[in-house]
């Protein structure tokens, strides 16, 4: 802005702007923005007054053309927190995700102590013996505390490891609207947080195996029996109840958005995205001094854009749809002068706009260039508008008027509804003014927005700025998108969301699905015998399978209606992220518990089909 702002150290960073409008009409919005420390207690409402205000006094210390002192006197200050700036729509996604990791960090851990308890219960008897030539309970601790440990470092090595490789990988399939994108990597931090996490996480999981097994029964090593495994087995198979809860939580948010961003997808906004770039730019030039001038010189800019190679159309509108808001005011009709009228949204539109934007004219026509330069008060109205103001009649050649004006435009046309803030949002009613109005002297658009329809819209810019050149040295070119862009900008938390929560659900199904499928391999192991004697007894191989199956699809249906509940209370987090579902939805409920317990019945038919294949000779031997 020319000036400097010093601001002490001890201070809340914040982001500033000037994209809030005054005035009788919206004038455009300047983009970039300045970042500083204020000094703690203060209100970003203060701080922006304060801004406005020394903005407002540039033109007279520093000089500056006449237009450039009438827009810096239409605009205002915005102030917010800087993290809220980087992050965006992405803040509630990375919440999201690092939930999703802790779940899948918890079911990994239910593995992993549940291969130390049945690693803790094979080594027993060796225990016992340890302890039966001296060693003290503190010495049997620390050798399997010792090798809880190496096994979590070497966990954590090989994750670092595997997040190296896949990284890059992970962060092609990331929609690039995502912040901070590319300054993702694995640095020192990340390698020491995942350090003292693997090593809190194997304390944790390995701890109390290693106590119980520190106190080994020297009964055991007189009748030199196995462990019973009833006793037990209900640890363990708490811990898959509890895998298999969480892995369906995953499971089901997972569906909830493929069918939220299924609906997203499907949502027809009014408007073609494809093939479509839009920026602004801000001229300040001794001519440009009231609305036929500012229109005059937007249509000249036009006209070369249009020449430019590929380019098909040129629009021009104040508020770009999926980018900037609306502002909004009652409107009456002439044939209901004396009520206040509906609330509609409003803003500006010149050149082919609804041609370049792909918009439906739907009755009458569209703006004439005779109507940009001209105060002939015509407007065009959106298809949901037109039935507010006129349910039972033929709006062209009806009159609105705008609260606050003394003048009557007449309606020449109608365009099809469209979505202009965020895909999530209904199509707003919409009245559509020419870039000159009846109030040619206040009525002046200084910087809207142009779309320019074009399969060129990767290359593109680089004319357009040699164009901006030409016209208009001293104007920036900033604000440029392609609409595309900015539709998957306002998709990015459904779509990046969706992307990591079904990753982390896969690996939740496949280490729940594994930690199930060692419990029951260890169960038949312990029951091989009991098994061999059931068949030596004539028991079938279909009924031993059925025995093995049943007991293992037990411990699923209580996961899956412990997880249900826990899903149906927690799902509700998903908030804003979900579109046109509940988050009860009751087929994905259903979908994923079914889902799950297929898994379910094929994690348990391979320890079912070993057991079944017991030779009960074998199997009666001995130990």
């Known amino acids: 802005m020319g000036a ?40 970003h409402e ?83 013996v340890r302890q039966a030539i001296g060693a003290q309970r503190g010495q049997l601790l620390r050798v399997q505390l010792s090798e809880v440990l190496l096994v979590a470092i070497a966990a954590g090595a090989l994750a670092v490891l595997f997040a190296s490789v896949t990284l890059p990988l992970f962060l092609r399939f990331v929609p690039p609207g995502l912040p901070r994108l590319s300054a993702i990597h694995v640095d020192a931090t990340t390698i020491l947080f995942t350090a003292v996490l693997a090593i809190v996480a194997g304390l944790a999981c390995g701890l109390l195996p290693a106590i119980r097994s520190s106190r080994p029964s020297l009964a055991r090593l007189r009748d030199g029996s196995r462990s019973s495994t009833r006793g037990r087995l209900w640890a363990r198979n708490v811990l898959v109840v509890a895998q298999t809860a969480l892995a369906l939580v995953l499971l089901i948010a997972s569906g909830l958005l493929l069918r939220s961003h299924s609906k997203l997808s499907a949502v027809n906004p009014g408007y073609d995205v494809r093939d479509v770039f839009t920026f602004q730019i801000a001229p300040e030039q ?48 002439d044939t209901a002068a004396g009520e206040a009228g509906p609330l509609l949204n409003f803003t500006f539109a010149g050149a082919d706009y609804y041609k370049a934007m792909g918009i439906a004219v739907v ?93 060129r819209t990767d290359s593109i810019a680089t004319d357009i700025r040699s164009v901006v050149r030409e016209i208009a040295p001293e104007a920036p070119m900033y604000r440029a998108y392609t609409m595309e862009g900015l539709a998957e900008r306002s998709r ?60 293992g699809l037990r411990v699923i249906a209580v996961g899956v209606a412990i997880g249900l509940v826990i899903a149906a209370m927690s799902t509700r987090a998903l908030g804003t992220l979900l579109f046109g579902v509940d988050a009860r939805d009751p087929w994905v409920f259903i979908g994923t518990a079914l889902t799950m317990g297929l898994i379910g019945l094929a994690a348990s038919y391979l320890p079912a089909r070993r057991a079944s294949n017991v030779d009960p000779i074998t199997s009666l031997r001995g130990d």
């Open 4 to 43: 400097e702002f010093t601001f002490p150290s001890d201070s809340t960073l914040l982001w500033m702007s000037t994209d809030v409008r005054e005035g009788t009409f919206p004038v455009g919005r300047f983009g970039g923005g300045m970042v500083a420390r204020v000094k703690p207690g203060s209100t």
């Open 46 to 128: 203060n701080v922006a007054r304060e801004l406005t205000n020394l903005a407002r006094e540039l033109p007279g210390r520093f000089g500056g053309s006449a237009a450039y002192a009438r827009t810096m006197a239409q605009y205002v200050a915005v102030v917010r927190p800087l993290a809220d700036e980087v992050l965006g729509p992405a803040a509630r996604p990375l919440w999201v995700l690092f939930a999703a990791a802790g779940i899948v960090l918890l079911i990994a851990c239910a593995n992993v102590a549940n291969l130390f308890m049945v690693r803790a219960e094979g080594r027993h008897r060796e225990m016992a």
């Open 286 to 333: 001794p001519a440009l001094v009231d609305g036929p001038s500012f229109a005059q010189f937007w249509l000249s800019f036009a006209d070369r854009l249009e020449a430019l190679p590929g380019v098909q159309s040129v629009g021009i509108v104040e508020n770009v749809p999926l980018d900037e808001g609306l502002s909004a005011a009652r409107f009456r009709t």
């Open 363 to 455: 009755a009458g026509r569209p703006f004439s260039r005779e109507d940009a330069v001209s105060s002939l008060g015509h407007v065009v109205i959106s298809r949901s508008a037109a039935k507010m103001l006129w349910p039972d009649a033929d709006p062209i050649g009806r009159r609105v008027q705008r609260e606050g004006l003394t003048t009557w435009e007449t309606v020449v046309g109608v365009v099809d509804d469209v979505i202009q803030d965020d895909y999530r949002d209904a199509a707003v009613p919409l009245v559509y003014f020419p870039l000159t109005g009846q109030q040619p002297t206040q009525w002046r658009l200084p910087s809207p927005a142009f779309v320019v329809k074009t399969a």
């Open 492 to 551: 990015l938390a459904l779509s990046f969301t969706m992307l990591t929560l079904g990753i982390v659900s896969v690996l939740a199904l496949i280490l729940g699905a594994v930690g199930l499928y060692g419990v029951l391999s260890y169960v038949v192991t312990e029951r091989t015998r009991e098994i061999g004697v059931r068949m030596a007894l004539g028991a079938q191989v279909g009924g031993v399978r059925r025995m093995v199956v049943a007991q």
